[in-house]
């Protein structure tokens, strides 16, 4: 029975789901948390302290809220695109798993069908043996 394929190399991969695993391993990393954190910190401080009143986005900072919710559109789709992937790619194990375990089974249920039949066997030897050597002792006695 073929056993399905349970990843891809990277040459396998469309650009697109390249692109996809990359933004989700980078936007999912403590290095995105921590320089986006600076970026947001930045962007406060430069529209805030040091701008002033010449800020081009000042306080309630409504041009970065645009910037973030425009990033969180693209962002989202592209991180649900390689969650979906990883997720066939988890179902492809899952029954490549239950493959591999019936067979083990079904393997495992010969092997004690022949035990089965060597203790039946077995038993019929001894009980031969059983039936000769009491006939020769009853033999014996007869005699």
Do not use: C
């Not at 396998?12 to 947001?40: E, N, P, Y």
């Not at 997720?87 to 019936?102: E, F, G, K, P």
């Not at 022949?114 to 019929?124: A, G, N, Y």
């Amino acid at each position: 029975m073929d056993q399905p394929a349970t990843h891809h190399t990277n040459s396998q991969l469309t650009l697109g789901q390249r692109a996809a695993d990359q933004v989700a391993k980078f936007g999912g990393s403590w290095l995105f948390i921590s320089l986006f954190g600076m970026f947001m910190m930045g962007w406060t401080v430069l529209n805030t302290e040091l701008l002033g009143k010449t800020a081009f986005d000042p306080y309630p900072y409504v041009f970065l809220n645009l910037v973030l919710s425009m990033l969180a559109a693209i962002q989202a789709p592209i991180i649900m695109m390689s969650q979906n992937r990883f997720s066939d790619m988890d179902r492809l194990a899952a029954q490549n798993n239950y493959l591999v375990n019936l067979k083990a089974q079904s393997e495992i249920q010969a092997v004690h069908h022949k035990l089965e039949s060597m203790q039946t066997e077995e038993i019929r030897a001894l009980l031969l043996e059983q039936n000769a050597l009491l006939a020769r002792v009853l033999a014996n006695k007869a005699d």
